[in-house]
């Protein structure tokens, strides 16, 4: 489970994804969770599934990188599902009513976009951080969060820890994997047992990850101060963004999307 998390992973490549300003990505990002959230139609939900489908052919990520993402929240899922799926209720005669349980159609309808749109918001997140490296990902929200820094707000500093949060994610899940290995080649039983029993055995491991992960804080600051790091005072950028035609294109699709799901929802 450890080694399909995907989030914080950046796959190099040469698409017109990649080649968007990152600030882009992040707006289009928004966009798209707006277009997810506003969608209440089947057909305007279907357009979400299949704009995020185009971006990951775009991108040229594999499908398999996709389902490595969903699989994390997939009892969430499936949680979320059954939630509406019996506590939803309508104007319709149940489908099925057995005792205190009554499915409604509305029920199913809901339970089947809730689920959709669940795994629509994961695979699209998802690609910004797949298709933007950590050093254009904290310019862009430096960039974007620029404005605040006239009421003090430390855009930089901000902008840094989120990056870095993030790309640590990757790095963490790997020494968790490496922790839970050695301590089953030590005769540790993670698997068996009441919860009780489960959640004590994973004091053998968060204790080392905890350790491991302040020593690669400090080893963190102690590199960032021996290059000098002094914040944003005087800081300057080796690549300057720039939006180009393929960011208005990008922009231009998107208000597109929003506006088509938006007539669906009034007219459908």
């Not at 057995?98 to 159609?105: E, L, M, N, S």
């Not at 698997?191 to 350790?211: C, D, H, N, W, Y």
């Not at 290059?227 to 294109?249: F, H, N, W």
């Amino acid at each position: 489970m450890l080694r399909d998390i995907t989030i914080g992973q950046y796959f190099p490549g040469h698409s017109f994804i990649h080649k968007m300003d990152p600030r882009m990505k992040i707006i289009a990002s928004v966009m798209y969770i707006v277009i997810l959230f506003v969608s209440s139609h089947p057909l305007s939900l279907l357009l979400g599934v299949l704009m995020v489908t185009g971006m990951y052919m775009i991108s040229r990520i594999s499908a398999r990188m996709v389902i490595k993402s969903l699989k994390p929240v997939v009892p969430i899922i499936i949680f979320t599902a059954v939630l509406n799926l019996f506590f939803m209720t309508g104007p319709s005669e149940p489908l099925i009513s057995f005792g205190f349980i009554h499915i409604y159609p509305e029920g199913v309808r809901m339970a089947i976009l809730m689920a959709v749109r669940i795994m629509c918001l994961i695979a699209g997140t998802s690609l910004l951080t797949y298709t933007t490296s950590p050093i254009e990902l904290t310019d862009a929200i430096e960039v974007l969060m620029g404005p605040l820094k006239r009421l003090k707000v430390p855009v930089h500093e901000i902008a840094m820890m989120m990056t870095i949060a993030l790309r640590f994610i990757p790095t963490l899940i790997e020494e968790t994997d490496k922790i839970m290995n050695a301590q089953k080649a030590r005769g540790a039983d993670m698997e068996t047992g009441s919860f009780t029993q489960r959640a004590k055995a994973l004091i053998p491991i968060l204790i080392p990850l905890f350790v491991s992960a302040f020593r690669r804080a400090d080893e963190l600051a102690l590199a960032m101060e021996c290059r000098c790091y002094r914040g944003s005072v005087g800081r300057t950028r080796l690549k300057q963004l720039e939006y180009t035609k393929r960011d208005a294109i990008a922009l231009v699709v998107m208000l597109a999307c929003l506006a088509a799901v938006i007539l669906v929802n009034i007219y459908l």
